[in-house]
């Protein structure tokens, strides 16, 4: 299980990235979802624990994380459902109950044609 250790000033933070669901910003925090619905807020922009996150990854791994907007990141080993009438991406393991995520219909759309033609 690949873990990150993040040393802030006043806390240190364990992240277990291979159960990371997703990561949304809020200004200079980043809240980050776990799959089994835990949220963990850290004092750094989204953009910093993006740098953190791929840095963790090896040249031949692939990293999972894919950001779809300023203040979203996904991790697409969980995607479960893109509803685009419903401006909804859902997230899921089989294990825990299924994330749901509310994003704008027209980059859900481009999410949905992306991985159709990677497929």
């Known amino acids: 299980m690949k873990k990150i250790c993040i040393n802030n000033r006043d806390e240190l933070v ?8 997703y990561l949304l910003a809020d200004g200079n925090y980043t809240k980050i979802v ?3 619905g835990t949220p963990i807020t850290l ?4 953009s910093k624990v993006q740098d953190i996150l791929l ?27 893109i509803n685009v009438l ?9 294990i ?15 999410y949905k044609e992306q991985i159709v033609k990677s497929m």
Do not use: W
């Open 55 to 81: 840095t963790s990854y090896k040249e031949q791994e692939v990293c999972p994380f894919v950001r779809l907007v300023r203040s979203l990141i996904v991790n697409q080993m969980y995607l479960y459902n």
């Open 14 to 21: 364990m992240l277990h990235v291979n159960k990371i669901a």
């Open 96 to 110: 825990h109950p299924v994330l749901t995520l509310s994003v704008p219909r027209q980059l859900l759309k481009n």
């Open 43 to 46: 004092s750094l922009g989204i």
């Open 34 to 36: 776990y799959i089994s």
């Open 86 to 94: 419903q401006h909804r991406l859902q997230l899921s393991d089989a």
